[in-house]
């Protein structure tokens, strides 16, 4: 299994603002993930963090608003940018194990835009 | 973009009934899994199953797949309060990479 830890696990923002999230992965993974989280919605995947490499966005997200890195096997950052208040989400952080197809996810960070 | 649906969206049952959600996803996978996702916090990943199982327990749980209807059922047998959370299928598309969640069911087990 592994642990991964992300932060800030909530924050209050205010709109036009950007924040950026930090997820740790505690053991060695293949992939890593970034997905939203409406309220009282299923999880949207936003985009591939690729080592080293520009992340692969999925349909209706762009690099300019969610501007993504992933320096590193085990570490990866989202950046949300000029926020507003349908930012308003909670962002998780995922990773794949290197032989296994199971996902594990941090605990996620809530953001709230005024 | 999602992959699938679930139903039911929400059920309420007693403790100790057995607790059945249901999935259906639209394209061919190479597996599908099972998460748990407590109010508000991060996921817990219960089970996977391949394209090439029909079947799989773990403790309380079993999971079916049926790859010519692709569709997927969770039973929760004897349920506690503590099962009450969301439950979210997902797949992994044949050849991809990605994993895609379903709309999820609220289980809600009364005490």
């Known amino acids: 299994s592994a642990v991964i830890s992300q932060k800030p696990s909530r924050d209050i923002c205010q709109r036009g603002t950007s924040l950026t999230i930090q997820c740790q992965v505690d053991?060695?993974?293949?992939?890593m993930f970034w997905y939203r989280q409406q309220p009282g919605q299923s999880l949207t995947l936003i985009a591939t963090a690729n080592q080293g490499s520009e992340a692969t966005y999925e349909s209706g997200f762009v690099i300019d608003k969610f501007p993504i890195s992933r320096p590193n096997l085990t570490f990866s950052t989202l950046t949300v940018s000029n926020m507003s208040p349908e930012d308003s989400s909670i962002y998780l952080c995922s990773a794949r194990l290197a032989g296994t197809g199971e996902l594990f996810f941090g605990e996620g960070s809530r953001l709230t835009v005024l | 973009s999602q992959q699938g649906e679930e139903d039911p969206q929400a059920l309420s049952i007693q403790e100790g009934e057995n607790a059945t959600m249901n999935c259906s996803y639209k394209?061919?996978?190479?597996?599908l899994q099972w998460y748990r996702q407590n109010s508000g916090r991060g996921l817990v990943h219960l089970i996977l199953i391949r394209s090439n199982e029909r079947e799989k327990h773990s403790g309380r749980l079993r999971v079916t797949l049926d790859t010519s209807k692709k569709s997927s059922s969770l039973l929760i047998t004897a349920s506690r309060a503590a099962d009450t959370a969301s439950y979210f299928c997902a797949t992994e598309s044949l050849g991809g990479f990605k994993t895609i969640f379903g709309a999820g069911t609220r289980l809600f087990v009364k005490a």
């Open positions: 394209t061919s996978i190479n597996n």
């Open positions: 053991s060695q993974v293949t992939m």
